[in-house]
């Protein structure tokens, strides 16, 4: 824990996610008035809960441009997360509801999917999902907006996707912009990383340009670049998860590959959660 401008900034994951991301353990018992039984009790099951957990994080998926793949990676990330036992609640903030829709329709039921989240109850709804799950994934519009920069101040990690295209850096950057003015807000670091997502298999040179830039920018970025492709595309109009698709009978070209390339992808991201601790933004 470091402490800048008499505010604690709590950068290692399980220090800061340890309990409700807005209630570090020393406020838990600030708020409950000891000794008082049934206080204690809830105090001792949410201490049980959080051992019972691997890890825990809170993730919203920015991006100021429409199309840039927030929807499908985040579906992409929770459906596996679940896929290896996480609890994943997603919140899904954007006017169109798609990851909402996907949940009514789907048969499969592996993550839970809260929709009509506003600025009004996105921080509300993370703080109730956190309670009941290992990982909130949050889904928000392509816009610069209220909602998300509530949700970024209760981020563990913010996931910014981008395609390998001149606008999509572009917009990358505006809105690693949006969460270095939330850190200006919070007096703290947000860890955040971009990453590439509807890739072509190999760089191309656009790609590797843009790459070079955002990291000489600083802009730290996940190694795995999830590929464009068609399992990926259909997951909203099958309603379904990678898995799904073997398990429901759906014809898709290339699901092992996908879900060869959306495990990397997870791997990257606990890898990251886990790496908050030695994060060289956050010790900024
Ligand atoms: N990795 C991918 N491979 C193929 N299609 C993708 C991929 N990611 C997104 N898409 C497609 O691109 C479009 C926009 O993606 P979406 O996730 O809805 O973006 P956003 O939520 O940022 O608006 C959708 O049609 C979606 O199916
Ligand atoms: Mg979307």
Request: charged share 20%.
């Amino acid at each position: 824990m470091a402490a800048a401008n008499g505010v604690t900034a709590f950068n290692d994951v399980n220090e800061f996610i340890g309990f409700n991301p807005v209630m570090p353990a020393t406020a838990v018992t600030a708020v409950m008035p000891l000794p008082d039984v049934k206080n204690l009790m809830a105090l001792v099951d949410l201490t049980a809960v959080t051992a019972r957990r691997s890890f825990m994080a809170v993730i919203p998926f920015v991006s100021s441009k429409g199309g840039a793949g927030k929807s499908t990676s985040a579906l992409i990330l929770a459906t596996q997360l679940a896929a290896r036992g996480s609890k994943v609640t997603v919140l899904d903030c954007d006017q169109n509801q798609h990851c909402a829709e996907w949940y009514a329709e789907a048969k499969n039921k592996s993550v839970a999917v809260v929709g009509d989240i506003t600025y009004k109850t996105v921080v509300e709804e993370i703080e109730k999902a956190h309670q009941v799950s290992d990982v909130v994934i949050v889904d928000l519009q392509g816009s610069q907006n209220m909602t998300a920069s509530r949700a970024i101040s209760r981020a563990t990690m913010v996931l910014i996707p981008l395609g390998a295209t001149h606008l999509d850096a572009k917009e990358a950057t505006k809105s690693v912009g949006l969460v270095q003015d939330e850190e200006v807000v919070l007096r703290r670091a947000v860890p955040y990383r971009a990453f590439f997502t509807k890739c072509r298999p190999k760089p191309t040179i656009e790609e590797r340009k843009i790459k070079d830039n955002l990291l000489g920018l600083g802009v730290p970025m996940l190694q795995t670049r999830l590929l464009s492709r068609v399992a990926y595309e259909n997951l909203f109009s099958y309603a379904v998860s990678l898995s799904d698709y073997a398990d429901q009978g759906v014809g898709v070209s290339g699901v092992e590959e996908a879900i060869r390339n959306a495990d990397e992808f997870v791997d990257d991201v606990v890898a990251a959660l886990n790496d908050l601790d030695g994060d060289a933004r956050a010790a900024a």
